[in-house]
């Protein structure tokens, strides 16, 4: 079965093999390693395009833009939750900043301690913001681990039909159908490398930034939120001391 796909994993028509090139350009390096190169090449395109994915949201400015600080700031210090909620849904403010905010306050106006549980409210919704930012990079070790391993079906694939032709051709034919054989084997190990090897430096340098972005934004929420926290607070206590006074009367 696998001899029987090898011409087509090769993308040959049958015809006889011409006279031996001198030089070959990249496309044809590529087109020598089969289908398999170019599934390998698409994944490098998509690897490029998380990379830029990640290089354009995981920047402060990004996360957390001026604009949404300095609209949030008078609104929160006013305790205008609904105005900051509707802030929050602008599509132009739409950032991470603004997410976790707006998830944050609207779990807390669900919750029948209020404010108290601003904190942890906040905390878990940036938590499930973390995790969707992190999707792409999350992308990137998926490529980093896939891509070798379709580098080593292609040399498996490659070996099995050098093997084949060593053992059944003879001749001219023979020679020129084992160098294509190796060709796959060795085009399709170097493309899964040339995949792996960026792939995995480039989720360890965005995991990185990734932590280090959200610590900052995080930062910035707490300074935010601190208004509402700290009057929250001092909202309970107004509200604990009458309780005695009830109790003594009661």
């Not at 920047?59 to 210090?77: K, N, Q, W, Y």
Request: neutral net charge.
């Amino acid at each position: 079965m696998i001899q029987a796909l090898l011409p087509i994993l090769m993308l040959q028509d049958g015809a006889p093999a011409g006279a031996a090139q001198t030089s070959r350009s990249l496309l044809g390096y590529i087109h020598s390693g089969g289908v398999i190169s170019y599934v390998l090449v698409a994944l490098s395109i998509l690897a490029v395009a998380l990379m830029v994915a990640n290089i354009v949201m995981l920047r402060r400015t990004s996360m957390a833009p001026d604009h949404v600080i300095e609209g949030l700031e008078p609104l929160l210090a006013e305790r205008n939750i609904d105005a900051v909620q509707a802030f929050c849904r602008v599509p132009g403010n739409d950032s991470f900043l603004a997410r976790i905010v707006s998830r944050g306050l609207a779990q807390v106006s669900r919750s029948q301690f209020g404010l108290l549980e601003l904190k942890p409210a906040v905390e878990e919704a940036g938590a499930r913001e973390l995790a969707k930012l992190e999707r792409a990079n999350h992308g990137l070790a998926m490529l980093a681990a896939v891509g070798p391993m379709l580098g080593l079906l292609g040399t498996v694939i490659g070996m099995i039909g050098a093997f084949a032709t060593i053992a059944n051709e003879t001749g001219v034919a023979k020679n020129q159908n084992l160098a294509d054989y190796m060709s796959i084997a060795l085009v399709c190990t170097a493309e899964g490398l040339i995949i792996a090897i960026p792939c995995t430096f480039a989720y360890a340098i965005f995991k990185r930034r990734t932590e280090r972005v959200a610590a900052e934004v995080g930062d910035i929420a707490e300074r935010l939120l601190g208004v509402l926290g700290g009057g929250g607070a001092r909202a309970t206590g107004g509200h604990r001391s009458p309780q005695p006074a009830r109790t003594g009367a009661a």
